[in-house]
């Protein structure tokens, strides 16, 4: 009678079979890592630094934003509010405090923009979906406005001419290279962060709520402080990223606060690929290459509509991203 | 000289007035939204963009072929709601089926399409829509001086939105409109033809938006981003009111045009944001919405 038994899938195979392709896999994995960090660190001998720097403050920008959209399913329209306040609190400080370490600054930024977030989010996961967004946008555009009357963000000027300052007192970030290196090391620390937090347990149940809410309420999670947490994390590290972009270009401005940046993010993790691990740095990487590129050509005004266009074809065409479609296509490839 | 709270009445009046004009555009657009909303369960992020549409279709209207503003305020919101037919029936329809999100985002992609455009072709400044002649002028109201191309503004937008109202609560186009929202496919299989009507309630959505776009062009300045920063205000008015209800979304619109105008007089600086702090009021509040039902 026990032949009847039908045994799941993954047990028919060898259980060695299985270790070793996942072994194998992780391997993959961790060279593929390791290639792509070797390319970080001799990149800017062929690239001009400041571009890898903006590159790299956008790709936390996504890669923060692709925590909330791709993992707990929440999308927000109004993280552009998380960018500026890091941006203005790191510039203010630095500005004000001559001698005030730049690793203290962006610390700072960093909260400030977690704060924030927590504000935003105790108001907006009471309604969810298409709520959700607007209440985002809408109260980024509150933060909008009181940053274009605040004492301290030089209304429609900005902050110009932040001091880059030293790192721990001990290197001077006005170098471009010790500077872009010094960047890395906040990107690395950001991606290391997201990952650690989609791989975990806790990341995990963001999934399950994200794929069926009221089933994950049944089982007895507490959801709501669960989206709380992914949404105060995903604004420190995207106030991490406007910190870190304030220190690179020495500026903050209302660009920055402005909704088409929150427009902007959406695009690059949604051209990359929502909910890929790799997607929202391919993203940040082809949105902002495309905009210098764009900005200095004869295209330059054109700039909006083109983002625009490119946005209509992603949703009606490409919905899985730039990353997504290269899974899909291995996928097909390796199984079949 | 009669004085509120130390604040002299025609000014308080004259503020007042202004509210309750930009109340009138928020109850239109937001109304637009909602019946947007019931029937294909997306965020109409291409609404402010077409709003500017039909001002820009009344002022090229008026300077190429000399459509005067009557016309204008026909023709434009039909022009509009074509291209509005459209864009449902060619890229909305194509993602019917998918989540809700990517409705937003694609009519987000078309209004910096849309904006960008007419940022390149007309300059950020934009252009000025001369008032009518029949319009010009105004009343003394003894307390106060009341233009008439304002009353007039205030008159048409009521109107309309009253009888978009009557249309849908009363008529029996208005029923399928209602019995759509609640099931699409029971009404199918009654032998309505729910995707022409779900294409014509996104073209009528999209001719209120240029309808109030027609309305403003003689108060406001006509530029590409008129519709960009309004829409996000009348978001907040959407979350304000809550979807559920087309009478809910009128009166919210005229309340928080109010609150702002009053708020120009008593404490200025806040005027931008006090719709927002009043978002922010209601969700602590009761977060369905003040018409909403609770989710």
Not at chain 2, 222 to 233: D, E, F, W
Request: with cysteine; proline share 3%; aromatic share 12%.
């Amino acid at each position: 009678m026990t032949s009847l038994q039908i045994k799941p899938a993954a047990a028919r195979l060898q259980p060695q079979v299985v270790l070793e392709r996942q072994q194998a896999a992780s391997r993959r994995k961790r060279g593929f890592y390791l290639a792509l960090f070797a390319v970080a660190l001799v990149a800017p001998m062929a690239i001009y630094p400041v571009f890898l720097m903006k590159l790299l403050c956008f790709a936390l920008f996504a890669c923060a934003f692709n925590l909330l959209l791709g993992y707990a399913g929440l999308l927000s329209f109004g993280h552009a509010a998380f960018l500026a306040t890091g941006g203005y609190v790191t510039g203010f400080l630095l500005s004000h405090y001559t001698g005030l370490g730049t690793e203290l600054g962006i610390l700072a930024g960093t909260l400030a923009s977690a704060v924030l977030g927590l504000v935003f989010g105790l108001l907006a996961i009471r309604r969810q979906g298409i709520y959700f967004a607007m209440i985002t946008l809408a109260l980024a555009q509150l933060v909008f406005f009181i940053y274009v009357q605040a004492p301290f963000t030089g209304g429609e000027n900005g902050l110009h001419g932040v001091p880059r300052g030293t790192l721990f007192g001990v290197f001077d970030l006005s170098n471009n290279l010790t500077l872009y290196y010094f960047v890395l090391a906040v990107f690395v620390f950001g991606y290391a962060v997201i990952q650690r937090t989609i791989h975990s347990p806790y990341g995990q149940v963001l999934k399950a709520i994200r794929e069926n809410e009221p089933r994950a309420i049944s089982l007895g999670y507490n959801v709501d402080a669960h989206k709380l947490l992914a949404f105060v994390i995903s604004a420190a590290l995207t106030g991490l990223a406007g910190s870190t972009k304030t220190v690179v270009f020495q500026l903050a401005s209302l660009t920055d606060a402005h909704w088409h940046m929150s427009g902007e993010v959406i695009l690059m993790t949604l051209l990359g690929g929502v909910g890929t691990v790799l997607g929202p740095l391919v993203g940040a990487t082809v949105v902002v290459t495309l905009q210098s590129y764009l900005s200095n050509g004869p295209l330059g005004e054109w700039v909006h509509v083109i983002l625009g266009m490119i946005f209509v074809l992603c949703v009606l065409l490409f919905r899985v991203g730039i990353v997504g479609w290269v899974l899909k296509l291995s996928r097909r490839n390796f199984h079949n | 000289m009669t004085l509120i709270f130390g604040i002299p009445l025609s000014v308080m009046s004259g503020q007042l007035l202004l509210g309750l004009i930009n109340g009138a555009f928020y109850a239109l657009l937001s109304l637009g939204l909602a019946i947007i909303f019931g029937l294909l369960r997306i965020i109409n992020f291409a609404h402010g963009a077409q709003y500017m549409l039909g001002a820009f279709a009344a002022v090229m209207g008026l300077n190429y072929l000399g459509v005067n503003y009557w016309a204008a305020l026909v023709l434009a919101p039909l022009l509009v709601g074509v291209v509005g037919v459209f864009i449902e029936r060619f890229l909305l329809r194509r993602i019917a089926g998918e989540d809700h999100l990517y409705g937003l985002l694609l009519t987000f992609g078309l209004a910096l399409i849309l904006e960008g455009s007419f940022v390149k072709l007309f300059g950020v400044s934009g252009s000025s829509y001369p008032m009518p002649e029949q319009l010009k002028g105004g009343f003394n109201l003894g307390f106060m001086f009341l233009p008439t191309y304002r009353a007039w503004v205030i008159v048409a937008a009521l109107a309309v939105c009253l009888l978009t109202w009557f249309m849908i609560e009363r008529t029996r186009l208005g029923s399928y409109l209602r019995a759509g929202t609640e099931n699409p496919k029971l009404m199918q299989a009654f032998g309505i033809n729910v995707p022409l009507l779900v294409t014509l309630t996104y073209g009528y959505g999209a001719a209120l938006a240029a309808f109030a776009g027609v309305l403003a062009a003689p108060v406001y300045s006509v530029t590409p981003t008129m519709g960009a920063n309004l829409l996000i205000v009348v978001f907040a008015v959407v979350v304000i009111g809550g979807m559920g209800s087309i009478m809910g979304a009128i009166v919210t619109g005229l309340a928080m045009g109010l609150i702002e105008g009053l708020t120009k007089v008593f404490y200025p600086e806040a005027s931008n944001t006090v719709v927002f702090l009043v978002m922010v009021l209601v969700l602590l509040v009761r977060p369905a919405g003040l018409f909403g039902k609770e989710a």
